[in-house]
């Protein structure tokens, strides 16, 4: 079966710092274009940054400069380090795979940034 397991959501104070871990199964991670996305209540998910198979990513004007997505691909997993966070980047952080017309997400996770 095909799983994204995340990791490393929480409560963090503004200004403080998160790593988000996803790691996939079941899936061809190599091939896969990997990606984090966040819906905060009362909004459309989003995305937030992604990285193909190449290594090209992508980020959200509002996280540019702030937040990092890495793959390791021996590891299947993908990572979002998250700094200088703020409250308005509260919300749930899903992970995404996909490939063509498949794609596949996580469970999300909660990050909540307060004071």
């Known amino acids: 079966q095909v799983q994204l397991v995340e990791s490393g959501g929480g409560l963090v104070q503004p200004g403080g710092s998160l790593r988000l871990s996803c790691a996939s199964s079941?899936?061809?991670?190599?091939?896969?274009?990997m990606g984090w996305y966040r819906q905060a209540p009362g909004k459309e998910r989003e995305s937030v940054a992604t990285i193909s198979e190449a290594g090209t990513t992508n980020y959200a004007a509002s996280v540019k400069g702030r937040f990092t997505i890495s793959r390791d691909n021996a590891k299947n997993t993908v990572y979002l380090q998250m700094n200088s966070l703020k409250p308005e980047d509260t919300a749930v952080y899903y992970c995404?795979?996909?490939?063509?017309?498949?794609?596949?997400w996580g469970q999300g996770t909660q990050v909540t940034v307060s004071s």
């Open positions: 995404n795979a996909r490939r063509a017309w498949v794609a596949y």
């Open positions: 079941g899936i061809t991670f190599s091939i896969n274009t």
